[in-house]
């Protein structure tokens, strides 16, 4: 058995002027697809204390709640980086039907001429989602997917709704369309722990780590923030 030592990634050998160059296809282009090496942008830490015989809770209740609430505050940072990497702006001067239909009609234009591939979503402030929840355009008659009585709407112009809390949007920021994946957020050096204390009767909750998003220069024209105007 003869083993090789290691396989041969020489630009000629398949490919270039190697043995591709006699197809009648003609010279074959290895593709291949570069690393881009991405940084840690911002740090985060938190140090609690759960007292047994103060918490006015179930112990053990009380300390995932606080690990959940750690973990919202993550999506602050991520509504900032989308807000800071978007390719194009767009103004809502009022929620009113038409401008709202306006603004979904920009949004579809513009993903269409820079041939976005993929799904588009958008994540929008409580009166905006109200708005499309309550735009005449969602009826029966037009096949949409609204519960009024959930106050629920899936899809409005090609775009996925999602509602979320106004303090995650930046400034004079009320939605953020986009498509999925066009961006990534990262987490590392995570730690998160609970130590019984000696000075109560109860956990130190403690947690630190180091996180950071990132987003292609050429992708950011697929990211469209929108503000409300005065």
């Known amino acids: 058995v003869t083993v090789g030592t290691g396989y041969d990634k020489t630009a000629t050998k398949a490919f270039g002027t190697g043995t591709g160059s006699s197809s ?3 010279e074959r282009k290895e593709i291949i697809y570069k690393d881009t090496p991405v940084n840690y942008s911002w740090g985060w830490n938190f140090h609690e204390g759960i007292d047994r015989h103060t918490v006015n809770n179930d112990f053990d209740v009380a300390v995932a709640d606080r690990l959940e609430l750690q973990a919202q505050a993550f999506n602050k940072q991520h509504g900032k980086f989308i ?3 978007a ?3 767009l103004e809502v001067t009022d929620y009113t039907a038409d401008n709202v239909l306006k603004l979904f009609n920009e949004l579809s234009k513009h993903f269409n001429n820079i041939e ?3 799904t588009k979503k958008i994540k929008v402030c409580s009166d905006l989602y109200n708005a499309i929840v309550d735009h005449p355009l969602n009826t029966a008659a037009k ?3 609204v519960n009024i009585d959930g106050n629920e709407v899936v899809k409005f112009k090609g775009f996925l709704v999602e509602e979320v809390p106004d303090e995650l949007f930046q400034s004079t920021d009320c939605a953020y369309a986009y ?3 066009v961006g990534k957020a990262f987490t590392g050096i995570n730690t ?3 130590i019984e204390s000696e000075d109560f009767d109860g956990v130190a909750l403690q947690g630190a780590g180091k996180a950071g998003e990132f987003i292609l220069k050429d992708n950011k024209k697929a990211v469209v923030k929108v503000s409300a105007g005065e």
Do not use: D
């Open 143 to 145: 096949h949409s997917t």
């Open 83 to 85: 807000s800071q990497s």
């Open 24 to 26: 009648r296809f003609g």
């Open 192 to 194: 998160a722990r609970t």
């Open 116 to 118: 976005a591939i993929g």
């Open 179 to 181: 498509i999925a994946g």
């Open 87 to 89: 390719g194009k702006s």
